[in-house]
């Protein structure tokens, strides 16, 4: 046990000593804090008409196509969400010198042909994000559609009839019913993903780097192979642990300063996100890092020159897009049974199983199976590593293949 955490702790400060790892720390926490005030940047670059009442835009009827009607807009001006001024002293010319003098932010100039009613969008420069506002438009649709339907003498109680509003809502048939939000959901698998990703490759790297550099020889001179292996899974570990935990706290803190109620509550709803499930995430971040951390040892010590360790990863790399891409894209049908499926290999239930907890269709039964399921693999893997590495450590031939570490794992067997 000693050895274990000489090993462990080694590691450990030889990471966060690195400037790469320090300067990725300034880097993710920097986008982190201009992400969340992102905001407010773009409030200094908004036009001076985009005030709390909304986009001014000018409605022009020239030809009183609405007969005085459109003056109605100024009432819905709250639900629109626009700030709505309705002209018929100006021309199509002089509103178009107002935008460009940004009077004005846009302009809605209403026309008629013989191809029928003609509406103009007028804005200033056509970008990326530019778009027709269809609120606006179909009121004003609605607008004339009434105007015209009460020139046929329908009464005001025909009218309200023939504009019965239709209350449309979904719901599923299914007997666990899904809940919560399913950006907050992909945005907690995304980072497990990461974080056990990236510190997993971490341990292949590692492993190879000492032992193109000789100083595996020393390290299996002094303790065990498995001690190496575990010693090193888990101080990679603590490491991805820390810079995860650091980075949610970050954020969360900029979300709370940065991000206003009723902006951070319409975007990402946090009351699924309970002590419970963190402490759930927190466990199957562990334990997926753990397998793959595992899986990336083997392929390490496989390898004879630091050129090759991108193709020796290649089928654990695959292996974790194949586990990862399973549970998020069964997101869109939690309670499908491949989601179900995805909760229960273990190469994808650390990305899916906290879904599921935070959507509240999963048992206490199904978790502990998971991770049961998980645990079994990762002996199995972890036995089949460390009995491969402690033959292939010391090899600096050519890279092993498959075949190879069958035989060296026999070997070790007899």
């Keep these: ?33 201009i992400g969340f005030n992102i905001p407010n940047i773009l409030k200094s670059f908004v036009d001076v008409n985009v005030t709390e009442e909304g986009t001014k835009i000018v409605v022009l009827d020239t030809q009183d196509l609405f007969e005085g009607t459109l003056e109605t807009l100024n009432q819905y001006q709250e639900q629109i969400g626009y700030n709505i001024q309705v002209k018929k ?8 010198e107002q935008i460009k003098a940004e009077e004005i932010n846009e302009a809605i100039v209403i026309s008629k042909s013989d191809n029928g009613i003609n509406i103009n969008y007028l804005v200033k420069s056509i970008g990326m994000t530019s778009s027709i506002p269809q609120n606006v438009i179909t009121t004003i649709q609605d607008t004339y559609k009434n105007l015209q339907i009460s020139k046929l003498n329908v009464t005001q109680e025909q009218l309200i009839k023939i504009n019965q509003p239709f209350n449309i809502e979904m719901n599923q048939v299914e007997e666990k019913e899904a809940g919560g939000n399913i950006l907050v959901m992909m945005i907690l698998s995304l980072v497990l993903f990461y974080a056990i990703y990236f510190y997993a490759y971490q341990v292949s790297t590692s492993i190879t780097t000492e032992k193109t550099s000789k100083i595996i020889e020393t390290l299996v001179t002094s303790t065990s192979p498995r001690v190496i292996v575990l010693g090193k899974t888990i101080g990679i570990g603590l490491v991805g642990l820390m810079q995860t935990a650091v980075t949610v706290i ?16 319409s975007i990402l709803d946090l009351s699924n996100f309970t002590p419970t499930l963190a402490i759930t995430s927190i466990i199957y971040y562990v334990l997926g890092y753990s397998l793959f951390a595992l899986l990336y040892a083997l392929t390490g010590s496989t390898v004879a020159k630091p050129e090759d360790i991108q193709s ?13 891409y ?7 049908n939690p309670t499908s049974e491949l989601n179900a499926f ?15 907890i935070m959507m509240g269709i999963a048992s206490a039964t199904d978790i502990l199976i998971s991770i049961a399921i998980l645990l ?39």
């Design 250 to 265: 970050v954020a969360l803190i900029c979300a709370k300063i940065c991000v206003t109620q009723e902006m951070l509550e």
């Design 1 to 33: 046990m000693k050895d274990l955490w000489l090993v462990a702790s080694y590691t450990f400060k030889d990471l966060v000593k690195r400037k790469s790892f320090i300067v990725s720390n300034i880097i993710i926490l920097a986008m982190v804090i």
């Design 342 to 356: 995805a909760s229960m290999c273990p190469i994808s239930s650390p990305f899916c199983m906290p879904f599921r």
């Design 312 to 324: 020796a990863n290649g089928p654990v790399a695959i292996l974790t897009l194949v586990g990862f």
């Design 376 to 414: 079994v693999t990762i002996l199995v893997v972890a036995k089949v590593s460390i009995k491969i590495y402690s033959s292939a450590i010391l090899n600096y031939g050519s890279k092993i293949n498959f075949k190879d570490m069958m035989k060296m794992y026999k070997n070790k067997n007899d």
């Design 326 to 332: 399973l549970s998020y894209f069964t997101m869109m």
């Design 89 to 96: 002293d100006l021309t199509e010319e002089q509103v178009k």
